[in-house]
């Protein structure tokens, strides 16, 4: 063998050697591998156990006695602002988005048209009360002609009772004479004056008797005056029926100017103003809201199968992205709402088809806010709200 050959042998033998060392090197490395990788996957699981685990004794603990929804919204209820009386704006005293006390005015109406309406009913008053002391006053003359008829009625019973004794003197004058009259003792001339006397006296008695009974009507009348007079001055000037209308009417004409003043009736934000100075406004006139913030209140959606434990009483943490998740407001749950919101939408959803599908429904739960907190946070309608109710406190 040449000293070439030797050579060659040399290093086929060193290429197998590298060959064997190598293939022995990507097992290692393999196994390696393998058991990192079965390391990795015993890690893996116990944090995954771990994870379980925790969530487990978490949800036993305290998710169990809680649910939370990020449906929520905040709401208060508005007051609109309304005038009571129409007329002309002549002032406008607030602006969009302005804090306003109660009692602050916010608008002025033209008062021109409601001072002369309480001017004309201070006069209607002043004359149903002269009205009435003139009918007071008429009530005594009444009462003196009742008792001139009673004497007039008096006077004519005189007459008709001289009335009559006259016609009986002349009935029996007539009767005598007409008794004598055959024997010739009686001219006729005498027993016509007899019986024109007799007429007479007839016709007075029947006039007399006449002018009893107009004195009687007379007087009946006089009564029936005096009887309406009395009652309508009976009690006092204050309880008079067209003085108390009169007064009623002055105080309505007083209320209508106090209301060209529209005022705040709550503490709160103006907000959607809607009246500008110069309009012309009618009674019910929606010029704008006050909403008020420090009284506003949490609307949360709920899912259905979340409100199995949740009751009224039971306590609230909320937060809103408007302050940040560092400001926590603290409330607690006043109520129910009828109906989902699917129930009360303008086009309610339909489902007797064929193709029916549950689809899981959201009902409003009330949360009343902490007054204090709304006072050093004030909220605005509409914002939205993380809610979670605490199950535990029922």
């Keep these: 063998m040449t000293r070439q050959d030797m050579a060659d042998a040399d290093h086929d033998t060193m290429i197998q050697d590298r060959a064997g060392e190598a293939r022995v090197s990507d097992e290692e490395r393999a196994r390696d591998r393998m058991a990192l990788r079965h390391r990795l996957l015993i890690v893996l699981t116990i944090v995954v156990a771990a994870a379980a685990l925790g969530y487990a004794i978490w949800y036993l603990l305290i998710g169990s006695h809680r649910v939370s ?224 913030v420090e009284q506003a209140y949490v609307d949360a959606n709920f899912k259905e199968g979340q409100l199995e434990h949740v009751r009224i009483g039971q306590k609230a943490r909320l937060t809103s992205d408007y302050y940040g998740g560092g400001t926590v407001y603290h409330g607690r749950v006043i109520g129910f709402a009828g109906g989902t919101g699917a129930a009360f939408a303008v086009i309610p959803a339909q489902n007797a088809t064929g193709n029916w599908i549950k689809v899981v429904q959201r009902l409003p739960v009330r949360i009343a806010l902490d007054p204090a907190e709304l006072r050093r946070r004030p909220l605005r309608v509409g914002l939205s709200m993380k809610a979670t109710v605490y199950l535990a406190d029922h």
């Design 69 to 292: 929804t990020d449906d929520a919204y905040v709401g208060a209820d508005a007051a609109q602002v309304t005038p009571l009386v129409a007329g002309a704006v002549s002032d406008v005293r607030v602006r969009e988005t302005q804090a306003v006390k109660r009692g602050q005015i916010l608008v002025v109406i033209d008062d021109a048209d409601a001072r002369i309406a309480v001017a004309q009913a201070e006069a209607d008053l002043l004359r149903a009360r002269r009205q009435y002391e003139q009918t007071s006053a008429t009530g005594g003359a009444l009462a003196a002609t009742v008792a001139s008829r009673a004497a007039d009625i008096a006077n004519a019973r005189a007459k008709l009772s001289a009335a009559d004794a006259d016609l009986q003197r002349a009935s029996i004058d007539l009767e005598r004479r007409r008794r004598l009259e055959p024997s010739g003792a009686v001219s006729g001339d005498e027993l016509t004056s007899a019986a024109n006397a007799f007429a007479t006296a007839r016709a007075a008695r029947d006039q007399a008797r006449a002018d009893l009974l107009r004195a009687t009507s007379t007087r009946a009348a006089a009564s029936g005056d005096l009887a309406a007079n009395q009652a309508l001055v009976r009690g006092t000037i204050d309880t008079n029926p067209d003085v108390a209308a009169a007064r009623a009417k002055l105080a309505q004409a007083q209320l209508d100017l106090t209301r060209t003043v529209v005022r705040a009736p709550i503490d709160g934000i103006v907000t959607n103003r809607r009246v500008q100075l110069g309009q012309r406004v009618a009674a019910g006139t929606v010029m704008m809201s006050v909403v008020p």
